[in-house]
């Protein structure tokens, strides 16, 4: 077996093994808690920074996000706010670049796409409310 591949089993009860990745998930209006617990475990695999909440999204200790999340919850940063329009203020002030991810006929597709870093990822179900308010006229993109 090669020297780089390492099975758990098991939770893992130990802090992560790497620096986490420059990224923040923004989680904007989910209604599923089990969606959420879903986000919380790819959150974790792929050693994303942190996990941001805003509205009526669940959070910890919600029990249907525990029920998928399986612990990830625990290892995964948080924090939650009242509107992702919030959010997407602070993380601004923090130097964050806002990828606001939608299903619209003429976005650009993720692969074809550049990112700067740090980056915030935003779901969201109406993106098109807090962006209006967070971005310059002239620098709105489809």
């Given at each position: 077996?090669?020297?780089?591949?390492?099975?758990?089993?098991?939770?893992?009860?130990?802090?992560?093994?790497?620096?986490?990745?420059?990224?923040?998930?923004?989680?904007?209006?989910?209604?599923?808690?089990?969606?959420?617990?879903?986000?919380?475990?790819?959150?974790?695999?792929?050693?994303?920074?942190?996990?941001?909440?805003?509205?009526?999204?669940?959070?910890?200790?919600?029990?249907?996000?525990?029920?998928?999340?399986?612990?990830?919850?625990?290892?995964?940063?948080?924090?939650?706010?009242?509107?992702?329009?919030?959010?997407?203020?602070?993380?601004?002030?923090?130097?964050?670049?806002?990828?606001?991810?939608?299903?619209?006929?003429?976005?650009?597709?993720?692969?074809?796409?550049?990112?700067?870093?740090?980056?915030?990822?935003?779901?969201d179900r109406a993106v098109e409310a807090w962006y209006?308010?967070?971005?310059?006229?002239?620098?709105?993109?489809?």
């Amino acid at each position: 077996m090669s020297d780089d591949i390492q099975i758990l089993e098991g939770d893992r009860q130990r802090p992560r093994l790497a620096e986490p990745h420059p990224i923040i998930f923004v989680l904007d209006h989910l209604r599923s808690a089990y969606n959420v617990g879903n986000i919380y475990r790819l959150a974790e695999i792929f050693r994303i920074q942190a996990i941001i909440t805003c509205g009526y999204t669940a959070t910890p200790p919600h029990p249907k996000l525990q029920k998928t999340a399986r612990g990830c919850e625990r290892l995964v940063p948080s924090e939650h706010f009242a509107t992702a329009l919030e959010a997407v203020r602070e993380l601004k002030r923090r130097g964050y670049h806002i990828l606001a991810v939608e299903t619209v006929a003429n976005a650009t597709p993720l692969w074809a796409s550049s990112f700067t870093f740090p980056l915030a990822i935003v779901l969201d179900r109406a993106v098109e409310a807090w962006y209006r308010q967070t971005t310059p006229p002239g620098n709105l993109q489809s």
